[in-house]
């Protein structure tokens, strides 16, 4: 959970075990997967998908506890998840990279919270946070800041513990993405397109964290035809990043590879489509590059359906770092 709340969402988990189960929550569904770890490395264990109706959570808000409760509720007892690492919803999350001067501030904790006060125009009390520390001088903090409203975050807090699943942490989808796609060591800057049903996000990645990304509300359904809308949709993400400097009005890292994952990536040659309009490197996820060597193993889940685990596979990752 949040470092406000007496938890922590991206620090070190405080599990450690043979066994690590991931839930990626949206709107639509619940998708879950299992890694264990063997002898010959990770193996997956249990994955599936269990659907949302429409209403119980609208726009990453949960409308109707109850009925979540009761998904989760059959989630522990049919697949026997008793604690996992869970995913926060893009549309309630706000990413920030903060460099901090430490001659303003009684500590860093202290110094976040102001600047979000400023920076989202909202009183603390209103608002969870957590951070990593990215690097620090004599002068400064540079850290990634992750922010949520609190009745969201007390939302999902509340229907976990109502159905007896302990939260082992809270993670944007974002980051928990970047863990599962992105080679360990990897010091490369590149956009990731999240492709679902509904909804695409894009999220821009600087060795391996996310500092910034965005929501929209057009997802792989409605692409078909309209490969074009996404193509714009990623080539103005690419030039505000481009164009825009940093806090420090220096230029921002090349983007050096844009990569494509999701639920919704369901049209052939879709990468090749965008490569050529974009003018730069596009290629779709392998989600596996972190878990196990598909040249010695091959997981039973398919290569297709494996992109809409990406998100979960990487908060299961994470009882494994």
Not at 21 to 41: A, N, R, V, Y
Request: with cysteine; hydrophobic share 40%.
């Amino acid at each position: 959970m949040f470092k406000n709340t007496n938890k922590s969402f991206l620090s070190t988990p405080i599990f450690r075990g043979n066994s690590s189960f991931g839930l990626d929550i949206s709107d639509e569904s619940i998708k879950f997967i299992e890694l264990i770890k063997t002898k010959e490395g990770l193996r997956v264990g249990k994955y599936g998908e269990y659907k949302i109706p429409a209403g119980v959570i609208e726009a990453g808000e949960i409308i109707e506890p109850v009925f979540l409760e009761k998904i989760l509720i059959d989630l522990r007892k049919k697949e026997g998840i008793k604690s996992a690492y869970i995913s926060l919803p893009e549309k309630q999350i706000h990413i920030l990279r903060l460099k901090l001067d430490k001659s303003g501030s009684k500590n860093i904790k202290k110094g976040i919270e102001n600047a979000l006060e400023y920076n989202i125009s909202m009183s603390a009390q209103n608002f969870v946070f957590d951070y990593k520390l990215l690097n620090e001088t004599k002068q400064i903090w540079d850290v990634q800041v992750v922010v949520i409203l609190k009745n969201i975050m007390d939302g999902y807090a509340s229907v976990f513990k109502n159905s007896k699943i302990f939260v082992l942490s809270f993670e944007s989808k974002a980051q928990a993405l970047a863990r599962a796609i992105l080679k360990k060591g990897d010091s490369e800057t590149c956009m990731i397109v999240d492709l679902g049903v509904e909804s695409t996000t894009i999220s821009i990645v600087s060795s391996r964290v996310v500092v910034l990304d965005s929501s929209f509300d057009l997802g792989g359904s409605m692409f078909v035809d309209r490969a074009h809308v996404l193509r714009d949709e990623i080539s103005k993400h690419f030039l505000h990043w481009c164009v825009y400097k940093d806090e420090e009005d220096k230029s921002r890292p090349i983007i050096t590879k844009i990569i494509l994952c999701g639920g919704g990536l369901n049209l052939i040659g879709l990468a090749e489509y965008l490569s050529a309009g974009l003018k730069n490197k596009v290629e779709v996820a392998n989600v596996w590059m972190n878990i196990v060597d598909t040249d010695k193993f091959i997981p039973e889940i398919g290569f297709k359906q494996s992109l809409t685990f990406a998100t979960a596979l990487g908060l299961a990752l994470k009882g494994f770092k």
